[in-house]
């Protein structure tokens, strides 16, 4: 199993960014997806997650309003679409991938970069 993130980089404030996750090697329409991020010197912070249809979508509350989670399962890939973004959102994200019963699978990160 792996999963592949891309898209991140370098913005100024009020820019947008959307990332993307690949997912390979397991049945993704199966998986509840979710994004985390870890800013420099932080914890691992819960960003948002969607469910397996993409009926449901859940953010933490300083990203609502301007972050927006999809998936494609014709694809295998689940994206995090993030406008509005400020310095703060700087951090690495990362997706992860849950079906119950099956062991939690991770990226490697992407950064973002929110800087003037």
């Known amino acids: 199993v792996q999963l592949v993130e891309s898209g991140g980089g370098s913005v100024q404030p009020g820019g947008s960014l959307r990332l993307s996750c690949a997912a390979y090697?397991?049945?993704?329409?199966?998986?509840?997806m979710s994004w985390y991020r870890r800013a420099l010197g932080n914890e691992r912070e819960w960003v948002a997650t969607?469910?397996?249809?993409?009926?449901?979508?859940d953010y933490v509350d300083s990203v609502k309003g301007r972050f927006t989670i999809s998936r494609d399962n014709a694809k295998n890939t689940v994206y995090l679409q993030m406008n509005s973004l400020k310095p703060e959102d700087t951090a690495v994200y990362y997706c992860?991938?849950?079906?119950?019963?099956?062991?939690?699978?991770w990226g490697e990160g992407t950064q973002v970069t929110v800087s003037s």
């Open positions: 992860k991938a849950v079906q119950y019963g099956r062991p939690v699978y």
């Open positions: 090697g397991l049945t993704f329409s199966d998986f509840r």
């Open positions: 969607i469910s397996t249809q993409g009926g449901t979508t």
